[in-house]
């Protein structure tokens, strides 16, 4: 299957200390690629370069064929390129409704309808659109963001540790939803997570992070079933 | 289904519209119950809010900090003065297309400045924004051939048009002129603040990754609105010219430039009416006071005359931080703020929704 976002040799380093080296990744269309690994080994770093709020050193990211190199993050954002990253990146004096406002603004006419799905996507944001951000749970706050993001109606979707702080039923949801849109719409997922066992429960792809460098890259239920690797790597 | 909430000052453009036209007619028959002193301090007001309201925007919505708000000012005088004289014509005509000219200079010094500015941040920027009122003087002296040093320019006369000459006086008139131009700063400011590009200012001001990654251009967002807000502050400066009938450096010095800060902390931080409010203590306080040491013994009164505005307004400054945190218009508008409205604090927050890690 042909790779709509395609990183090849992909460096990148704070400081002069590499915290990337030498990275491929290849996330076909339509197919959630679980990015894991332990604590340090890149994945947040990995994200942010790809969506260039970190320069890279060295390597190439293209999206449906296309070279980023010179493309600002709101540039690769209408390019269809879209981040929540860790924290949620919610706006937090903002209510609901505005947040997911924000998401599309730069977008036409289609943004109410946008925003509208959203809502039947996470009723309990309907529930709250007039509260502002900072007056949400953790779990109405992931949803938020990932909200936001939908509005912007990605192609591909990158999404940093959604699992984080957040209770397992909320984790559940979010997953759910995560392979709902993959399978219903066509929605491309790159999701960064330490929770291994959740990201590649629902996962068609999986890539092993260990110290800035891909170390495994397979369909999912196979890394799962690699007890070798889950040992040295994933901690489980 | 419950309306989606604005934030505070947004409203939709047609109210906002008629609230400008009914306030504006309200201050100009106002004029009509005022002596010539009170109208004289009403234009000053008026002039004073241009520059405030356009600093509580950049302030308040974009989180820009600006000390140098009194330069832009006089960029506005200036540009005001110069091309009214250097017009041929005179009347209502030269005084429009003087005030135009003096907005475009302060729009492209703040341009300017706000390619700076959007690289800046904090008291980076506050230093930036200081240096440029510092350097007032010098820029005055330096080009003293066309802005005549610390002497300032002399403008024309603008005097009552003859058609009305019969039924205002001059000082009447002035009002009325500054009444209107802050009228049009203050609309045009709210329906910025209110619209797509105030969402916009805001994200940028609270989060500027989200922003970003929100498709919002964070830099071209800071720029314009310190170039707004800098028209707003030139157009202040146009119209206290247009009263003084001059421009000169020692009008605007760091001590007014920090002034209008403090009339915008006064007020309320992000408010227009606590903008309002802001200049109206800035122009009353001193004469108030004044008032009140004119029974003192001259030796008494000359010791304190300019001294006891200035502790004043630092004690003003002190007590309203302490007792009403948002400001003026924060203590006014917290009284009457609905019990089901939203509470947008942190403090509020963790006591009426736990977090699922609190849970």
């Known amino acids: ?236 | 289904m419950s309306r989606p909430q604005r934030l505070p000052g947004q409203r939709p453009l047609a109210r906002t519209l008629l609230l400008a036209a009914g306030w504006t007619l309200v201050a100009l028959l106002g004029t009509f119950a005022l002596d010539p002193f009170r109208n004289y301090q009403l234009a000053l007001v008026a002039a004073y809010l241009c520059a405030t309201a356009g600093l509580t925007v950049l302030v308040g919505a974009s989180g820009q900090l600006s000390l140098g708000h009194a330069a832009l000012m006089a960029v506005g005088g200036y540009g005001y003065a110069l091309t009214s004289n250097a017009l041929p014509f005179g009347g209502v005509a030269r005084f429009v297309v003087a005030l135009l000219a003096g907005a475009l200079v302060s729009a492209v010094v703040g341009l300017l400045l706000g390619l700076a500015a959007a690289r800046l941040s904090g008291p980076y920027l506050a230093g930036l924004t200081l240096a440029v009122v510092v350097a007032l003087p010098a820029v005055a002296s330096t080009w003293s051939t066309v802005l005549h040093g610390d002497q300032g320019v002399q403008t024309a006369f603008e005097g009552v048009p003859d058609a009305l000459r019969r039924v205002i006086a001059l000082e009447q008139w002035q009002a009325m002129v500054a009444v209107v131009v802050a009228a049009v700063v203050v609309t045009g400011l709210t329906v910025l603040r209110g619209g797509r590009f105030g969402l916009r200012m805001q994200a940028v001001r609270d989060d500027e990754v989200a922003a970003r990654l929100s498709g919002i251009p964070a830099g071209r967002v800071k720029v314009l609105a310190f170039t707004a807000s800098s028209v707003a502050a030139g157009l202040g400066g146009a119209v206290l010219c247009f009263v003084a009938q001059a421009v000169s450096p020692g009008a605007y010095t760091v001590g007014f430039s920090l002034l209008l800060v403090v009339a915008v902390v006064i007020g309320g931080l992000g408010s227009i009416l606590g903008a309002a409010l802001g200049s109206a203590v800035v122009v009353l306080l001193p004469w108030l006071i004044g008032r009140l040491t004119a029974g003192l013994p001259t030796d008494a009164a000359q010791r304190l005359d300019g001294n006891l505005a200035v502790l004043v307004f630092g004690l003003l400054l002190i007590t309203v931080m302490a007792l009403a945190p948002q400001g003026l218009h924060g203590a006014l508008t917290a009284r009457r703020r609905p019990i089901d409205e939203p509470v947008r604090t942190e403090e509020h927050t963790k006591v009426l929704v736990p977090t699922e890690e609190q849970r």
Do not use: C
């Open chain 1, 1 to 236: 299957m042909t790779a709509l976002l395609e990183v090849r040799g992909l460096t990148v380093g704070y400081g002069g200390a590499p915290v990337l080296r030498d990275v491929d990744l290849d996330v076909p269309a339509g197919s959630i690629v679980a990015l894991v690994g332990a604590n340090g080994a890149g994945k947040t770093t990995l994200l942010r370069t790809l969506s260039a709020l970190v320069p890279a050193t060295h390597g190439t990211v293209r999206l449906a064929g296309r070279d980023l190199a010179a493309v600002s993050v709101e540039d690769r954002v209408r390019s269809g390129l879209a981040h929540v990253p860790e924290g949620r990146g919610v706006v937090a004096e903002l209510t609901v409704d505005e947040n997911l406002r924000l998401g599309g603004l730069w977008r036409g006419a289609d943004r109410r309808e946008a925003i509208a799905e959203v809502y039947a996507l996470f009723e309990p944001l309907a529930r709250r659109r007039n509260h502002a951000g900072h007056q949400l749970s953790g779990g109405e706050r992931q949803m938020l963001a990932l909200g936001r993001a939908l509005v912007a109606r990605p192609t591909v979707l990158l999404l940093d540790e959604p699992s984080l702080g957040l209770a397992p039923r909320v984790v559940a949801q979010i997953m759910g939803v995560l392979r709902g849109l993959a399978d219903r719409t066509g929605l491309t997922v790159l999701l960064a997570e330490q929770n291994v066992v959740g990201a590649l429960s629902v996962a068609d792809h999986g890539v092993v992070l260990g110290l800035g460098e891909v170390v495994a890259s397979r369909p999912a239920h196979e890394l799962a079933a690699d007890e070798r690797l889950r040992h040295a790597y994933l901690g489980f």
